[in-house]
């Protein structure tokens, strides 16, 4: 994989870019490696005194196919070690062009309302879950793969603090490391848990007015304040709960209640800047449904992988918001 540098105006884009892109490797593997490793053969069977009972099998333990593995592995390694190394090159050499100063921390909690730190999770949280996936579809044994690529989400985006470190603008960040690993923590605990995932954290964005009072940060083109517009997206985490209830349960498994979290006139981190231009950003709490593409019955291994992808984005759907501003807020529709 090569990623496309040229529209990322910032290292904050780039670590987006990159959890989308570590999805969308999944596109070119078989669909087998986007499975449940759930027991084929759990289910509702006749119980011995009469009537129904549920068995649940033990987890399925995949063989390592010496072939596949011998095959595929060595391009998953090799294209992400080059295309990662060039990325990162690409970044140093094109982003981070001024003055370097030794390597220095900077306490970054308290601006944007977090939202940041949010993005930093969905991202090592998709980008390990597509490095497990990846393994398994190169043949590597399930536990293997899990514990192998669980914490690829970490090491991809935790380098960029070294970069931002020696800058004398920003500065390495260790909340920006806290969620990056509890991104990757996040997938590991529940394949360990469940051997699946079952509360699959998401995004969605809209756009704003906010992007125009200052493009140079928050975006120029609908593409960067895609990236880089902090007003505009919305981080989500949606719970199959269908996976909890009895296998009889009628409950759609594809519809799923999700919690969201966002924030709204965020121009600048000073709060003066922002009371200047008459804003105040403040926080809000969202409460809706998705849909988890990954559910939905299909024979077609394009359309599985195409589901793949698209379950790290969070469907248009109505929702409820509250906000300090305006407390209860009915929508419609909101993405």
Not at 32 to 55: I, M, N, R, Y
Not at 74 to 88: Q, R
Not at 291 to 297: C, F, N, Q, S
Request: proline letters at 6%; hydrophobic letters at 40%; glycine letters at 8%.
């Amino acid at each position: 994989m090569l990623f496309p540098f040229f529209c990322l105006p910032s290292a904050q884009g780039f670590r987006r870019w990159v959890g989308v892109a570590a999805c969308s490797l999944l596109l070119s593997a078989p669909a087998e490696a986007q499975v449940s490793l759930a027991a084929p053969d759990s289910g509702w069977v006749d119980a011995p005194t009469g009537g129904k009972e549920f068995k649940q099998s033990s987890p399925v333990q995949s063989r390592p196919d010496t072939s596949r593995l011998s095959q595929r592995l060595p391009v998953l390694a090799g294209g992400l070690a080059v295309s990662y190394s060039a990325t990162l090159y690409l970044l140093s050499k094109s982003w981070y062009t001024g003055e370097r100063t030794r390597l220095h921390w900077f306490n970054d909690l308290p601006e944007w309302k977090q939202m940041d730190k949010a993005g930093h999770f969905w991202g090592a949280f998709h980008e390990s879950r597509g490095a497990v996936d990846m393994l398994r579809w190169a043949g590597v044994p399930d536990r293997k793969a899990l514990w192998y690529g669980g914490f690829v989400g970490f090491l991809l985006q935790s380098p960029i603090e070294l970069l931002d470190g020696r800058d004398p603008q920003y500065g390495a960040s260790a909340t920006d490391l806290a969620a990056n690993f509890l991104g990757s923590v996040g997938l590991v605990g529940q394949q360990l848990a469940w051997n699946e995932v079952r509360i699959m954290p998401k995004y969605s964005f809209h756009k704003t007015r906010y992007a125009g009072l200052r493009p140079n940060v928050l975006g120029k083109s609908l593409g960067e304040q895609y990236l880089k517009d902090y007003n505009g997206q919305t981080y989500w985490l949606c719970v199959d709960i269908g996976a909890w209830l009895p296998a009889a349960s009628r409950w759609p498994r594809w519809l799923q209640p999700a919690v969201g979290y966002g924030a709204q006139q965020m121009v600048y981190n000073d709060q003066d800047a922002n009371a200047a231009l008459g804003l105040s950003p403040y926080r809000q709490y969202y409460l809706s449904l998705d849909v988890d593409l990954r559910h939905i019955p299909t024979r077609s291994k394009l359309l599985k992988r195409v589901f793949y992808v698209a379950s790290i984005f969070h469907l248009p759907a109505p929702a409820l918001e509250w906000n300090s501003r305006r407390g209860l807020v009915a929508h419609g529709l909101y993405y």
